[in-house]
């Protein structure tokens, strides 16, 4: 089946960093490709997307390509702040149009000011 | 904007105990889901319902039932709560299925067994 592998499971940066989390994903054609993250005692939010070869998705600061040949769709910050501390998930959409989504196991970032 | 509310925030159980989780919606959205999530494990995904009265099973679905009486809500039954499990339940929430669908999450229900 569908499956994302995230393989990060604890990073920690200092302010100013550079951050890349890692996300490779299985699945057959172009399955859409999401971010999420979850601050503490809250429920995870959307950060943005990609569904095509080549497509950039950004918010915040953040971005990621969408990149079939290697099946990753890598997180990236040129420089992170205190307040980016939090679990950022990978995820994976359906491709039954159900908008089911398969997500990775979670990388905890730790960014100390 | 809308807002997942999710009851109770907080669930204490005894072994063997049948637990009801209680998710509510004011999108107006079609489809619901209901995840479950484990420290140092992604989100896993137990049931999800597509309108009012359906109901869909996920790849956790053993031990749980769901109910989807009406559009606005989706409530979750631990049918027999295992000792020692220890787990946070998100419920979310989407306009409709699609592959670029974005979920929207309440803030989840611990659950502790004792």
């Known amino acids: 089946g569908d499956s994302v592998t995230q393989t990060e499971g604890q990073v920690a940066l200092s302010e100013e960093d550079f951050l890349t989390i890692h996300c490779n994903y299985s699945a057959s054609g172009y399955p859409a490709l999401f971010w999420y993250v979850q601050y503490p005692g809250e429920g995870p939010q959307f950060l943005f997307r990609a569904s095509r070869d080549k497509e950039k998705g950004s918010s915040r600061g953040f971005e990621a390509t969408y990149d079939k040949g290697t099946t990753s769709f890598h997180l990236r910050k040129a420089s992170v702040q205190e307040s980016d501390s939090a679990v950022y998930y990978c995820?994976?959409?359906?491709?039954?149009?159900?908008?089911?989504?398969?997500f990775g196991d979670g990388t905890v970032l730790t960014v100390k000011p | 904007g809308g807002i997942i509310t999710q009851t109770p925030k907080f669930l204490i159980g005894q072994e063997g105990q049948k637990l009801t989780l209680k998710c509510q919606q004011n999108?107006?959205?079609?489809?619901m889901y209901w995840y479950r999530q484990d420290s140092g494990k992604g989100l896993r995904l137990i049931y999800y319902?597509?309108?009012?009265?359906?109901?869909q099973k996920g790849d956790l679905s053993e031990g749980y039932d769901a109910s989807r009486e009406k559009k606005s809500s989706f409530s979750l039954t631990v049918t027999s709560a295992q000792k020692n499990e220890m787990a946070v339940f998100l419920c979310?929430?989407?306009?409709?299925?699609?592959?670029?669908?974005?979920?929207?999450f309440g803030a989840g229900t611990r659950l502790s067994v004792l």
């Open positions: 979310a929430s989407s306009i409709a299925g699609g592959r670029q669908n974005t979920l929207y």
């Open positions: 319902s597509i309108t009012e009265n359906d109901l």
């Open positions: 999108f107006n959205h079609d489809t």
């Open positions: 995820a994976l959409g359906d491709r039954t149009n159900t908008g089911k989504l398969t």
